[in-house]
């Protein structure tokens, strides 16, 4: 796991559009019921919105600045009672709590860079959830051309406006793929261009592991989980080779 913190003043600026995946998340909860456990929580957008939904959640994050961030935003809401926050490695979490259901949402679990971290995770995340218990995982669907094209590229991923210093932030994504061990390495760099022209550059390297569907199965199964269903899409569209989205639902055994 790498240090996020680099980019976590960025991040709600970069998703601020993003909502795509709330409503499959406030379905799957209220289905299963509370307890929440949210793995990779970062700045808390979707710890917000389960709150409001009357939810207790706990969220677990690695980055002390994502969790500060998290922390202002559910004291604004007035949600803050709701929610506990927790800076832990989710590949070790141990909490005395246990929950119906924990979600790890778009891309996070694939933080987790190499099969190992990713089973050890599967393994602590069952022992934190009930008999039953719902577990949804969210990530890219791998195509391979995609991934083809864009090995070794630098493409300007956003841009947006800072409303606090006035400048305009330019985020542009490389990535560099090793297909052998399914993993990219990823460098985020942010471009402040600020009002009296000066640049100045935050640059964030992180790993990411892309799992394909009949991996990420058998992983749930050696894990002790069964399989509910995998989907395509945030609308729960069948899993298609085509699909952009490869959401694993599961339960605890």
Not at 11 to 19: L, N, P
Not at 96 to 103: G, I, K, S, T, V
Request: hydrophobic share 45%.
């Amino acid at each position: 796991m790498t240090d996020y913190d680099r980019f976590a003043r960025f991040y709600d600026h970069d998703t601020a559009e993003f909502q795509d995946d709330v409503d499959l998340y406030l379905g799957f909860a209220q289905r299963a019921g509370g307890p929440l456990l949210e793995l990779g929580c970062g700045t808390g957008r979707l710890l917000v919105p389960l709150a409001q939904a009357g939810f207790e959640v706990t969220g677990v994050d690695i980055s002390p600045a994502m969790l500060q961030i998290a922390r202002r935003k559910l004291e604004a809401a007035g949600l803050a009672h709701r929610v506990a926050l927790m800076q832990a490695d989710v590949r070790t979490l141990e909490l005395p709590q246990r929950f119906r259901m924990a979600l790890m949402a778009i891309n996070s679990f694939m933080h987790l860079a190499s099969l190992q971290d990713q089973l050890q995770a599967l393994q602590a995340w069952r022992r934190l959830l009930l008999p039953g218990g719902l577990l949804v995982i969210d990530v890219d669907n791998p195509h391979p051309q995609l991934l083809v094209e864009a090995d070794g590229k630098l493409d300007l991923h956003n841009r947006w406006e800072d409303p606090d210093t006035g400048a305009t932030v330019l985020k542009l994504v490389s990535r560099s793929v090793d297909p052998a061990l399914q993993l990219q390495d990823i460098v985020f760099i942010y471009d402040e261009v600020l009002p009296d022209g000066h640049v100045r550059r935050t640059v964030a390297p992180f790993q990411a592991r892309y799992v394909h569907r009949a991996e990420g199965e058998l992983m749930l199964d050696k894990a002790g989980f069964a399989l509910e269903q995998v989907y395509g899409s945030y609308d729960l569209a069948p899993y298609t080779a085509d699909s952009d989205r490869l959401i694993f639902v599961a339960r605890r055994r």
